[in-house]
């Protein structure tokens, strides 16, 4: 059964980095950041920020469906999106087990200093998967964060890829 790794994190918590490992072990990669920039370009300098919630709904809908395409042809999936709400959480996992891959959401958290600092260093670079983000927009993604609970099964990242490839390689063997 494929595994289907839900990244559930705020923006600067690791999510891409993770991503990105994973997708080296051959883990199909699925940016939802990535493919907004492909499409519309610079958040915030190509089209204005407050536009980027209507620009990001039909990638996502066009994600998702490649996210299923994947789990049903067998392939390991890791979603690079932040998943803040329990119930974006709970339409993915079901939407992996519909297409008979094996959900795993994986929680990296991290402290509001430690995201400002990480913030500070990326608001510097101009790629896909560096959006600006002020300390006041950081407090507002806080409030609007739903922390994973264990009843959602989830794994906290245990701080290095390899352990959690242990993890992962653990939850496939069960």
Do not use: C
Request: glycine share 10%; hydrophobic share 35%; aromatic share 8%.
């Amino acid at each position: 059964m494929p595994l289907a790794v839900l990244l559930a994190g705020l923006t600067g918590s690791g999510k891409t980095t993770v991503a990105q490992a994973l997708a080296a072990r051959g883990f199909t990669r699925l940016s939802v950041d990535e493919e907004v920039h492909r499409i519309h370009g610079r958040y915030g300098v190509d089209y204005p920020e407050h536009t980027y919630f209507e620009r990001e709904r039909p990638v996502v809908e066009a994600i998702r469906r490649r996210f299923i395409e994947e789990l049903r042809a067998g392939n390991d999936v890791v979603l690079d999106h932040g998943l803040w709400r329990r119930g974006e959480r709970d339409a993915w996992r079901e939407a992996a087990r519909r297409a008979g891959g094996h959900p795993l959401i994986i929680y990296l958290p991290a402290d509001r200093d430690d995201l400002l600092r990480r913030l500070a260093e990326r608001n510097r670079r101009e790629d896909a998967n560096a959006l600006t983000v002020t300390p006041e927009a950081l407090d507002d993604f806080f409030s609007r964060f739903d922390v994973p609970g264990q009843d959602e099964g989830v794994i906290v990242y245990p701080g290095s890829v390899e352990g959690l490839m242990d993890r992962l390689r653990g939850e496939r063997q069960s």
